[in-house]
């Protein structure tokens, strides 16, 4: 075909798309809503899911489409693709069914698998896979089948022909305790090959025929997603993007030292939002910093499922953005990441608008997922109601029943972002016009060229299906992908490898020599697995054949690795590691990698730097604070119970888990950016009143414990009281008490149920938290 002829098409293709005759439901709103903007901010009419396409406003060059709405799905919460291109959808059909959350017990919850027959991009049938779930909350495509999690239960399950086969269950005490928003979810598939979770200190992978569970780092509240590299990003409600700044597991190692840098790292520190609407129907909305005077969100408050784009239908520079979800105020947020080493940071890429936001205020995005034609996917819950009831505030109550968001449920909706581009781009068709994939007939040649594949799900599922397969007769292909230039192709080939358990020295050596930083530090990572293996002393080796390469990321990576191998030969491993403390030893970064290595070992680390003239004092202070904790906690302290007492403690163990452990952590060491620690407080083991009076009313404001002021951001403003709540009964918070005033290293008196119900009779009229100004005068 000439390119007059091209031109030719392509103009027509652009005119056409300009009079309207396209096959997609697509908007781009200008105005032309369903509803005058009085309507839609006050009464929060139900739309179709044709008139909810017009309350959206884009990011010009974009357009968003219909995927899939109700009937065919219900009160979707998460998604997963197929290799065939398909969706796999759990619906929470019981979350909220009104605002007493009465039913939410009841089995309704379901699996189904979405095809798109026609191809035209849009969803046309349903089918159910599983039923009778109570708030599943997890779907995920693994080896022939899918793992999902219906608490306290993991299960995997195997696809026969699109009905449940063998079912095994992986963990049952994947999500115990917690209510809906503080249980476990966002399953993903790492790079690394082990399957990582939100709001959760547990990973799961498949090795040696059986399925495995490992503790990890406990990671952020809802949604999950990774970069090219594998790290992990994440979030809290009020917080829209943490992430860990090295590899999983790698700050775990020493137990009496706690990471500020490299784990849980504030990644976007611009916590501010941009509704399009009035957004007072959230939880907190009464109190005065929580709204504009137009009554809009100021801040993140209910942060949804993240996502990296690592697709290849938008433009190189939306590579690697961070795209985070605020169901609260019916927008999609867009981030720029920027690196610098082996730091991060991520900065909003626009001031005062959005990438994406609704005039729809029953528009719930909860999660975000790339697709394999490389667009971006938006669930989309639509409701109402989206704040559970456990911390359902009386305002939020008020709003909910003037406004009319109770009902209907049982709704839901799945987009699509696309790209629209330059009219050439629009010549090329539309996503939909691309063929499905159909990755389970690929042949191992086909999978590992698709290990460059320009769009990151289709080297996720191609690594992925090589494992499981794990033919050793493809291991000379994947060992010649390491000798290529793709730097992603690379370090997919390594972890396919690895996978494999086909991680011998030579092919470590082959890899360590390339150019890219990443890429090394990928291989040193990888060559983890030798450390406990006769080719251990070999691999140590070759890691001194990159000691001298002065890349940050090499460095970095090389002190963490280090550690897994001071049980081969702790003289040579302490004599490199002290080496680099002393010449890298001012980076926040390598100090808390040093630290992590030589657990158990501080001592020979000090001693090492105090004969060196360089004077390292972060460094020191982190080695003996560890010292230091090790100490504190082999100190043992007796709890004198009585046997009621201790059946309170049992009781307020149960409770304090469901409740308070998604904040302050089952160790009760708080977690940033949440709450302040329970472990050791003063707020804990003193007067009983001043606690009673926290957990009825709730605290605001700064808080000073163990000697440490906790404000925001390192906390969240308010920890809300359960007062209200008439489940907690003063029986239930006299026994939460009684555990986290005997639990860890705390020893008080037990809490009366008695003098809980004189202070809630005492305190009835207030309705506002109390300040620590006021409980400590």
């Known amino acids: 075909m000439s390119k007059v002829w091209i031109l030719v098409l392509g103009i027509a293709v652009v005119c056409l798309s300009f009079i309207g005759l396209r096959d997609m439901a697509v908007f781009e709103n200008k105005g032309d809503q369903p509803y005058p903007d009085s ?14 396409l017009g309350t959206f406003q884009l990011e010009k060059g974009f357009r968003i489409e219909l995927v899939a709405s109700e009937p065919l799905i219900h009160d979707p919460i998460a998604m997963d693709f197929d290799t065939r291109g398909r969706i796999w959808v759990a619906e929470m059909q019981g979350y909220m069914p009104d605002i007493e959350g009465q039913g939410e017990d009841q089995p309704t919850g379901r699996i189904v698998i979405l095809e798109d027959q026609d191809g035209d991009g849009s969803m046309d049938t349903s089918k159910v896979f ?55 979810n966002g399953m993903m598939r790492g790079l690394d090959n082990w399957f990582y979770n939100a709001k959760s200190s547990d990973r799961y992978r498949f090795q040696n025929g059986e399925w495995v569970k490992e503790d990890t780092e406990f990671r952020g509240q809802w949604g999950i997603t990774q970069d090219n590299y594998g790290r992990l990003y994440y979030n809290t409600n009020s917080n829209q993007l943490r992430g860990d700044l090295v590899p999983p597991n790698m700050m775990g190692r020493n137990p009496y030292f706690t990471p500020e840098v490299s784990v849980n790292r504030e990644i976007a520190q ?68 920027k690196e610098n080493g082996p730091y991060v940071e991520a900065v909003q890429a626009y001031e005062g608008k959005e990438f994406l936001a609704s005039l729809d205020e029953r528009f719930r995005p909860v999660n975000l997922y ?72 690929a042949s191992d040649e086909e999978l590992v060229s698709y290990l460059s594949h320009p769009n990151g799900w289709w080297r996720d599922q191609a690594q992925r299906l090589l494992v499981e397969r794990n033919h050793q007769s493809i291991v000379p292909a994947l060992r010649e992908v390491l000798q290529g230039d793709h730097t992603l192709a690379k370090i997919h080939a390594l972890w396919t490898l690895e996978g494999m358990g086909m991680t011998d020295p030579d092919m470590i050596r082959e890899a360590m020599a390339a150019e890219d930083p990443k890429v090394v530090a990928t291989a040193i ?25 002065q890349d940050p990321l090499i460095q970095l990576q090389l002190a963490l690795s280090l550690g897994e191998f001071m049980d081969i030969d702790s003289t040579r491993v302490m004599d490199r590691l002290q080496a680099m ?17 030589v657990a158990g070992k501080e001592d020979q680390l000090l001693d090492a730097l105090e004969q060196s003239s360089v004077e390292l004092p972060a460094l020191t202070a982190f080695l003996n604070e560890a010292l230091a904790n090790a100490a504190l906690k082999n ?7 009585t046997q009621e007492e201790e059946a309170q403690f049992v009781l307020g163990k149960t409770l304090y888990e469901e409740t308070c452990a998604g904040c302050h952590q089952e160790n009760g060491e708080g977690l940033t950016p949440i709450a302040p620690p329970l472990a050791g407080s003063e707020w804990v083991t003193g007067p009983d009143s001043r606690l009673i009076s926290i957990v009825l009313h709730g605290l ?34 006299a026994a939460i008490l009684t555990y986290i005033r005997n639990a860890w290293v705390n020893e008080a008196e037990a809490v009366d149920p008695a003098t809980v119900k004189a202070i809630r009779e005492n305190t009835l009229e207030r309705d506002e938290p109390f300040t620590a100004q006021e409980l400590i005068p």
């Open 635 to 641: 100190q043992l302290k007796g709890k004198a119970l």
């Open 270 to 337: 611009d916590q501010r939002v941009y509704p399009i609407r009035p957004t007072p129907g959230v939880n907190r909305g009464y109190k005065e910093e929580t709204l504009d005077s137009q009554q809009k969100l100021v801040h993140f408050t209910a942060a949804g499922g993240p996502v990296i784009y690592r697709g290849d239908q938008f433009p190189s520079a939306y590579q690697g953005n961070a795209f985070v979800s605020e169901p609260s105020a019916n927008l999609i947020k867009r981030n720029i990441i």
């Open 370 to 441: 790339n697709g394999p034609d490389g667009c971006l996917y938006v669930v989309d819950m639509y409701r109402g109601i989206i704040q559970h009831k456990t911390y359902l505030t009386d305002y939020l109550k008020s709003q909910i029943r003037h406004r009319k968001l109770e009902e209907p449920i049982g709704m839901g909706r799945i987009y699509r972002i696309v790209y629209e581009g330059s009219w050439f781009d629009q010549l090329m068709g539309s996503p939909s016009d691309q063929p499905k994939p159909a990755l389970e007939k």
């Open 130 to 184: 599983l039923d009778g779930l109570v708030l599943p909350r997890v779907v995920t495509i693994a080896r022939g089948g899918i793992l999902y999690a219906a608490p306290p239960n993991l299960w995997f399950v195997e696809n026969i022909d699109d009905r449940p086969g063998k079912k095994i269950l992986i963990d049952s005490a994947y999500a115990v305790g917690g209510n809906v928003e503080h249980q476990p």
């Open 700 to 733: 605001k404001g700064p808080v000073s414990v163990r000697g440490k002021v906790y404000q925001e951001p390192e906390v969240q403003p308010v920890m809300p009281g359960l007062k209200d709540n008439p489940d907690y009964t003063n029986e239930k918070l």
């Open 525 to 549: 990572r990888v060559a983890e697995r030798n450390a406990r293996d006769e080719t251990a002393a070999a691999i140590l080796d070759i890691y001194e054949t990159v000691a001298d390469r």
């Open 39 to 52: 309507v839609l901010f006050h009464n929060a009419p139900v739309l179709s899911p044709v008139e909810a």
């Open 581 to 597: 403390a002393i010449k890298q030893g001012e980076d926040p970064l390598m100090q808390e990698a040093l630290v992590s290595s």
